[in-house]
């Protein structure tokens, strides 16, 4: 099952400084989360980004489960080299009743990683192998990617987000889900906002879609 996590404003803990913990980072920095890497060393890549604070860190050596103690993490992602240090973090986090992963044992591990075709946070394809082959994932991601740019257009990605802009609009202007549900077909068909949306003026297209949401009946 392909499921996709609310992880705004929660804590991620990430244990390790190395490429895969690099990984893990970027995915995550799109997820509005509180990100903190614990690890004695970090590459120079997540340097990087500690040094713009998007992320906070601790430098410490990982020895055991002890040094998370004293958070209460939604969700720890361990990537250190130790298989038998990942194994204690997983069991650790499973006691605590914390979403966990480890990069070197997808079986233990909460979830597994997908590999994500994003078009512009409006619109994500996941592709996923379970765990299985994650190069094949990123084969299959990458191939179906040029597909999916030739199905998905720019009046694809500007009617979501008037969409979800009129959507929050409507449920404090139209009482029932239905009339709500009608309305917002309304809007999406709206020839004004689709001539909006494909010159790119998603302001004046969202200013008519909440000007069709006051004048609903």
């Not at 400084?17 to 997540?46: F, H, M, P, Y």
């Not at 992602?77 to 986090?93: E, M």
């Not at 709206?190 to 969202?206: R, S, V």
């Amino acid at each position: 099952m392909i499921i996709n996590l609310n992880l705004h404003g929660r804590l991620v803990i990430v244990l390790g400084g190395g490429n895969e913990a690099l990984k893990r980072i970027n995915s995550l920095l799109e997820e509005d989360c509180q990100i903190l890497v614990i690890s004695s060393t970090v590459n120079n890549q997540i340097k990087k980004i500690i040094k713009n604070k998007k992320i906070e860190f601790k430098k410490q050596k990982i020895q055991n489960s002890s040094v998370l103690s004293i958070y209460k993490p939604y969700m720890i992602i361990t990537t250190t080299n130790d298989k038998k240090l990942n194994q204690k973090i997983i069991r650790y986090a499973k006691n605590k009743k914390i979403i966990a992963y480890s990069s070197d044992n997808t079986e233990l591990s909460d979830f597994a990683n997908l590999a994500i075709i994003n078009f512009e946070n409006a619109i994500q394809i996941a592709i996923s192998t379970g765990g299985k082959s994650p190069t094949i994932s990123k084969k299959l991601r990458i191939e179906s990617e040029k597909i999916f740019r030739k199905i998905i257009t720019k009046e694809d990605i500007g009617q979501i987000k008037i969409q979800n802009i009129a959507r929050e609009h409507a449920k404090n202007m139209i009482l029932t889900q239905k009339e709500r549900k009608r309305c917002l077909s309304s809007i999406m068909n709206d020839k004004e906002i689709k001539q909006l949306i494909k010159d790119e003026q998603l302001k004046k297209a969202e200013k008519r879609a909440i000007t069709i949401l006051r004048n609903w009946k």
